[in-house]
């Protein structure tokens, strides 16, 4: 179905809110070529000059650049959080972008922090699975992300207490082997020092500060079902945009 201006945000911004969430679900692949200025002002039924100023936003806010062979999509340093990679995946089948990999670090089942406890809705010193990975690009550490889920999934579930890769990650196992979906999420980020033994990890000096986003997973019945944290490395965007009603 063709896109159609709709009147409440002005057209240019919803081509660039079009293409960007295109980008985000991983749709538009990072490197990808977006159609011409020609192409968008015909499909969208607006003047070239409105579709060169969408353009011109996603250029601005970081989504896209552009040459004389046309307009590619390029995140650059923006970061890719639990959130963002749990959409490439249902949108995608992957929730890793191109040019990343991941580092499984540690797995297994371990006594519940008091924090991991209240978050998981379980006693402090109940087992729950601890799943450790580092994402990394060519220009460093991306991000370093725990996960911790309730113990007894490692029943329906015992690839989860191994450091071998998870082709649909732990949202989709969870998801195929008990039916419990993911389907509501709250995110905090807060400014953490790094304590000694991680410092190392995300390569940087111990004590220093770094953003930390968790989330807080909730399956169909409002059960929790992960709480997650992501220690950003440095040098990464951390955004989000949304329609203002």
């Given at each position: 179905?063709?896109?159609?201006?709709?009147?409440?945000?002005?057209?240019?911004?919803?081509?660039?809110?079009?293409?960007?969430?295109?980008i985000?679900?991983?749709?538009?692949?990072?490197?990808?070529?977006?159609?011409?200025i020609?192409?968008?002002s015909?499909?969208?039924?607006?003047?070239?000059?409105?579709?060169?100023?969408?353009?011109?936003?996603?250029?601005a806010?970081?989504?896209?650049?552009?040459?004389?062979?046309g307009?590619?999509?390029?995140?650059?340093?923006?970061?890719?959080?639990?959130?963002?990679?749990?959409?490439?995946?249902?949108?995608g089948?992957?929730?890793?972008?191109?040019?990343?990999?991941v580092?499984?670090?540690?797995?297994?089942?371990?006594?519940?922090?008091?924090?991991?406890?209240?978050?998981?809705?379980?006693?402090?010193g109940t087992?729950?699975?601890?799943?450790?990975?580092?994402?990394?690009?060519?220009?460093?550490?991306?991000?370093?992300?725990?996960?911790?889920?309730?113990?007894?999934?490692?029943?329906?579930?015992?690839?989860?207490?191994?450091?071998?890769p998870?082709?649909?990650?732990?949202?989709?196992?969870?998801?195929?082997r008990?039916?419990?979906?993911?389907?509501?999420?709250?995110?905090?980020?807060?400014?953490?020092?790094?304590?000694?033994?991680?410092?190392p990890l995300?390569e940087?000096?111990?004590?220093?500060?770094?953003?930390?986003?968790?989330?807080?997973y909730?399956?169909?019945?409002?059960?929790?079902?992960?709480?997650?944290?992501?220690?950003?490395?440095?040098?990464?965007?951390?955004?989000?945009?949304?329609?203002?009603?």
């Amino acid at each position: 179905m063709a896109p159609r201006v709709r009147r409440e945000l002005p057209p240019f911004m919803q081509i660039a809110h079009h293409f960007r969430q295109k980008i985000l679900d991983g749709e538009i692949a990072p490197d990808a070529k977006l159609p011409s200025i020609a192409e968008i002002s015909e499909e969208w039924g607006v003047a070239t000059a409105t579709a060169a100023k969408g353009i011109k936003q996603l250029q601005a806010e970081g989504y896209v650049r552009s040459s004389t062979q046309g307009t590619f999509a390029d995140l650059g340093r923006k970061q890719t959080t639990g959130p963002d990679r749990l959409r490439m995946l249902r949108v995608g089948g992957s929730g890793v972008r191109p040019g990343e990999r991941v580092e499984m670090l540690s797995a297994g089942l371990e006594p519940a922090p008091a924090e991991v406890a209240e978050a998981l809705g379980l006693d402090a010193g109940t087992p729950v699975i601890k799943r450790q990975r580092r994402y990394v690009d060519d220009e460093g550490v991306v991000a370093l992300s725990t996960s911790w889920l309730p113990g007894d999934f490692a029943a329906s579930a015992p690839e989860l207490l191994s450091t071998e890769p998870l082709p649909t990650m732990t949202f989709g196992l969870i998801e195929e082997r008990t039916g419990r979906r993911a389907v509501r999420r709250r995110d905090t980020v807060t400014l953490r020092r790094i304590p000694e033994d991680l410092a190392p990890l995300l390569e940087v000096p111990p004590d220093t500060p770094v953003l930390a986003w968790t989330n807080h997973y909730w399956d169909q019945h409002g059960m929790v079902t992960e709480y997650a944290m992501d220690l950003l490395g440095q040098n990464h965007q951390l955004s989000a945009e949304y329609d203002m009603p």
